[in-house]
């Protein structure tokens, strides 16, 4: 069965295959660990081991850590520190793994800055610390053991009328960094998790991943460096929701036992594409996201931005 | 039975009053009139002429003017000044029903500047043109016969600590305007509608309506000036689509008669707080908003500041 | 002699008093205090004790504080922290000589939020942390010693069509606060001095003082409730940027003994309105700010907002 | 002699040239031509025809074409209109020159979105129709006599880590346009020509120009295209207006006979460096800009991102 899992998140995407599934433990190839870091810090790690199980999920092998923290909409300045230095440490294990210490780091906002669930990217680039050019003219005013870090927001194909991937090909093979870093909003499965969940994977984009704007893929393949991909869901598809909701409501009926073969029947099909039809959804792309997102994003910059 | 709206325009309050009430032509003591000024605009006019009509869909008497504008995302500018126009034709009469050609007129933006949806008041008042001061301080560069207008942007109780009305209050008092208008974001109950439709009410705005944000009612009765208030829908409530969808989907169950009586029955009632209950929204008000909104408000924003 | 002094800074107005009278210690009826905080803060305490005095230099009888900040535009996280809490144990001093410990104060920012070095006011009561309407409708989450504090941005004349003080007497005879601070922006007549220095005055906002800007005076005198000052250099005019460079230029002169009588004449006599002139400045208003007053006031409004 | 212009625009710096050197008439190898467009435009068009002439204005052979909107501060909406058809006639003839009609071009936005003055190019992009896209991937939605327009903001050395040519450089190499179009933020001499002022030239951008910044050259030989700029002067030296201002005060002594040997002399001299000095003006980078700056230059984005 193929599973349109409208989710770019690799934790979601295991828990809706063993679901869909009936699969009551790990799926065959996949390795999970949680560890609960504060009472508001969580991290799950999803290995994705075998190539079935990446093709199950949708997700190539690698790995997948997610870091939930709760309620980001009341969050304090010592737990953005907090989960800034908790992010830090993942994602420098992550770099470690793949460079040497002082090797070259390019970071990619991807996004729309002017559209507001879509501008996490180009924010966190704005307020990283960059190093390259001081390294390079300088290097007086810089730890010797500084390691070169470089970033660029590229935009998005309808403002700028080119591929992202050609932007970053360019600039990759004109300054030769040894590792990409690529920040990006995801779509999640729940409105929960929008901008309060980071996803880091070190398999980049693919494609077909996402929410259907057939983005080329930003990998090691496509352009020859290791890339790291940071995400933050910021939006959810409306059908999503309601088709949730939906989910939810014949469970109840099936629990009183008012449930009828139609509706059993329901349960087991996907009726996404039935309650999308009927939603009625008009002329926009029915992408939606909650009213808070303006300072929900602004926690979650600071959160990547603080250290990368 | 007491209906739980949802929405603050008047016209998808009489339409769900009569569907809950299987009312077929219209409540009596409401009076509807509609007018396609072009295939992009069309105009309802809602009449509520009885008390109890009022009482019934939860608005006072009065006249509720909403203007619907088709694929507001895809407009040109020539579709915005047109729009511009029957607005403003639709406001001058409601004015001219209330003061005279050189009376004084305070346009008030309420919202939260700093909030995307939120922001639609205060981006108006930045764009309107202001003649007041013009006509106090330099009269020899207006036209003599022009209207003196001033106009503020209050803020929200959570970012000034009063409430809107007192700011209001205490301007009218010193300035003495003889109208108000006001200019606000609304919740409506579809997401079409969403920064696609404006409506003008004669009434003010009154307590209880809107999405339980128990604000205190900005009317002739509290001002002792006549107010119009301008409202654009630009959030809907999460809750409230997912009880459609489900309403929907039952409809479809029925139409195939495969509904039984459990389904019968929770038709007839209203399963919103139950699927609010079911949804586990979690910590944040599930105000939702289109991606869009960024480009969507832009384009109302110039519609309403045109000319007012 | 009637000096235009061109700066809102008591301290600068002192200085240029002395020198254009020759006076070599304290003017009679002013009393200075430097005190140095740190290597980056210096504090100047100027007090205007005499109604004589006050008329030499164009401000009201009371104190003038200086914060000077030495090099803003590389400041760090921590000297940001540092200048926040000097600043805000002046401001407590002088709000604790005017009212009791949970008495009522409201705080207005001033200017254009739209218009880059005018936004400061604005941009800072966005910042602050407001207690008004918790201790009003949520008493159980805030210590109950706890100040209400309120605050409004009533935007400028140009923008809204109303005076200032219109705006700030309705909101005070509405919501009733014993004492009222007014965040500005000024004019000094150093181009150093901007956006790096602070004063605060316990006399308010003056008729005639600044850059001819002829605003009402927002004092107790107007509004019946003590008012204190906060305001930052974020302009210079340029003709006093180029009178004090010719007036540096002919010291050289006069030290190589290359002067004569005509530049010693014109030494003695304010040549702003020449210089003025003679740079033919055009259409605009020619009041100049540096090309980094972005980040500047970035800075700035975080040192005032951090703790009022 | 070697001068130091301190400005961009190559009309600036041929009226420098000529009175340093006493020349009345042209200088030899430049060709200057004016049309008053209407009363309030006018086109220079100064043509670099001989090396010689290029190396006395330090500016490379080729067209520089500058357009004067007199105060645009007050400009109305058709005036916009106006001045936005006349740029792009004057763009249109130098792109024709050089590529053939449904040849592809690439529009770069230099300069720092976050720094007022210097986010013209950043601005202008992101109002700019782009077209390559739709071309290549919905052909049926556009003439299909549409010339391919891509734009990138490829950000600043300073955020970015990056050389902006490097950045250029991968684009042209990986989308391979046949123009490219530099829209930059320039240095002028005169306070009024802020933001009032368009320079096209057909030369690109070239190292050593502008006020110290060393950046690259964006030119044909360094890209292999060629390159049109569009300049628009945002900012103005300090020292540039001081150092001015003291030639028009010693001017006016000189007419009243009451100068001396050693202001002779002086007036021979190019005194910046001196004037920089006395001026003490610390750390920043004393470069100014008028206090309207904002919404000057977003009547200038409007104009310049109208039609390209």
Known sequence: ?????????????RDIYKKANNIENEIEGIETEEEQIDE???????????????????????????????KINIITEEEIEKAANVLSQEIKKLVENKIQ????VLVVGLGNSDVTPD??????????????????????????????????????????????????????????????????ALAS??????????????????????????RKEI?????????????????????????????????????????NDYLNKLQQNDKYEEVKEALNVGEYNMIVTPKEIDSLIDNMKEIVAKRN
């Open 40 to 70: 508001k810090i969580k991290i799950i790690r999803v290995k994705v081991l075998k190539d079935e199980a990446g093709q199950a999920i949708g997700k190539p092998k690698g790995n997948y850590i997610t870091m939930d923290i709760k």
């Open 219 to 259: 990998t090691e393949n496509s352009l020859g460096i290791p890339v790291i991909a940071i995400g933050i869901p910021t939006v959810v598809e409306l059908a999503t929701l309601v088709s949730d909701g939906i989910d939810i409501f014949i469970d109840k009926l099936q629990e009183k036992a008012e449930s």
């Open 119 to 184: 501008a996490l990217g180009p924010n966190v680039v704005k307020n990283l610390e960059i190093t390259r050019h001081i390294i390079n003219y300088l290097p007086q005013y810089i730890d010797e053991n500084a390691r070169p870090v470089s970033a660029i927001a590229p935009g998005v194909l309808g403002t700028t009328g080119i591929e992202t991937l050609e932007i970053i090909k360019g600039v990759v093979e004109n300054i030769k960094p040894k590792l990409l870093i690529v920040i990006d």
């Open 101 to 104: 210490s002082k090797e070259d």
């Open 189 to 214: 499965r729940s409105i929960e998790r929008i901008s309060s969940t980071i996803q880091i994977a070190d398999t980049g984009i693919s494609p077909g991943a996402g929410v259907g704007n057939n």
């Open 1 to 13: 069965m193929m599973i349109n899992f409208r989710t770019d998140l690799a934790d979601e995407r």
